[in-house]
């Protein structure tokens, strides 16, 4: 099995990261969970932890709520890190910084309709009550989620790690950092491996469905798997979320041994459904998908879309291994691309995949002002 580290330039340690995050005065609580998916979270939280890291705060953890847990949050699957708080207030007042007011304005023009400008409004109100009840509760000014920048294309120098580096290689850092499952999830992660017969050597591919195609143009299997130019005899291992696709995908490849822990129900991921379903299986289903990650991350070759979640949190650490390849994305713009918000990186999936052969269209649209300045600043 490949080993991540041998493509870091450092690593970090969690008992290092909480001896320096323990000396910093000023803080930040991060509210974990609030209503995306589990890996646009982590992807949000590995980011407000480098702000953290790089002005100064301490990072404290809410997650108590997290829409990917039964209760326990973070530590429910995975080592804890940093100290955690549990005032309920951060529930309703600590949330996702919202796009800044050019997007805004820009939404309002193209939809004639003042609903962006009122939510805008709505947040910011929500968020100075928010800071209030923060200084009521702590005696003192703390930061929230909202107040998190992050610039990647900002040059990291993190004087307390002797840290000098690319966005890219200090998010890696923290995300090798953060990723400790519990005993329980690394005894599963050790059991699939075990079940699934996984060789030594292995591809891995993520075929999402579902929900996925409101905000984005849908990529098949085929043409994912086509990505990795396998041969006859080779094992990939699939994180999909509809089981009759992937069904499809192993016919149209009889001579390819494709695993993965798909079921027969799975028809889709819908993130409504999930949030709102019964707690054991929900906690079953995101076992499923940390296990389906790890094994993903130590995948000798790797293809999937710039357009989802997990796709984008293994690729932003692996993005410039040459074996690892956005099928919707030319190699030369991932690196730029993997940090622009979703609705941008779905209009460039589209046109490349509605204009394969061809990447002028795609740096033109990446280049233009509609592209070019609104970087991932959440």
Not at 178 to 188: H, Y
Not at 202 to 223: C, H
Not at 247 to 259: A, N
Not at 328 to 348: F, G, H, N, W, Y
């Amino acid at each position: 099995m490949t080993s991540r580290a041998d493509y870091n330039m450092q690593q970090l340690d969690q008992s290092s990261y909480q001896k320096i995050n323990g000396s910093f005065r000023k803080r930040l609580i991060y509210h974990a969970g609030i209503d995306c998916g589990f890996c646009v979270e982590l992807n949000y939280m590995i980011n407000a932890m480098l702000y953290c890291l790089t002005e100064g705060y301490r990072f404290q953890l809410y997650s108590e709520d997290a829409n990917f847990g039964t209760g326990k949050g973070w530590s429910e699957y995975f080592e804890p890190f940093c100290e955690e708080v549990h005032e309920a207030f951060h529930h309703k007042y600590n949330l996702h910084r919202p796009p800044q007011w050019h997007r805004i304005i820009s939404n309002t023009i193209k939809t004639r309709s003042l609903s962006f400008v009122f939510w805008k409004l709505k947040f910011m109100l929500k968020s100075l009550m928010g800071h209030w009840l923060a200084f009521r509760a702590y005696g003192e000014y703390v930061k929230l989620s909202q107040d998190v920048v992050s610039d990647p294309d900002m040059h990291y120098h993190i004087s307390a790690l002797g840290f000098d580096g690319s966005y890219y290689e200090a998010y890696t850092m923290l995300a090798e950092m953060v990723w400790l499952p519990q005993p329980e999830v690394k005894q599963q992660i050790a059991e699939t491996i075990g079940s699934l017969s996984l060789p030594c050597i292995y591809s891995g591919v993520q075929i999402r469905g579902g929900d996925k195609a409101q905000e984005a143009r849908l990529i098949t299997g085929k043409q994912i798997i086509e990505a990795l130019h396998p041969v006859d005899g080779d094992c990939i291992f699939a994180l999909a979320d509809n089981y009759t696709q992937l069904e499809i995908v192993r016919s149209e490849f009889s001579k390819l041994r494709i695993v993965s822990l798909s079921q027969p129900e799975d028809q889709g991921y819908s993130h409504q459904a999930f949030c709102i379903a019964d707690p054991p299986s929900k906690k079953a289903a995101i076992i499923r998908l940390i296990v389906s990650i790890d094994l993903l991350l130590h995948a000798k070759k790797f293809a999937g879309s710039i357009t989802t979640g997990p796709s984008v949190f293994i690729m932003k650490q692996r993005y410039a291994e040459p074996s690892v390849i956005a099928v919707d994305c030319a190699k030369e713009m991932l690196e730029s691309v993997l940090t622009l918000p979703i609705d941008q990186r779905a209009a460039l999936s589209a046109n490349k995949m509605s204009n394969p052969l061809t990447k002028k269209n795609n740096e033109s649209l990446y280049n233009s002002k509609t592209f070019g300045r609104f970087k991932e600043l959440e």
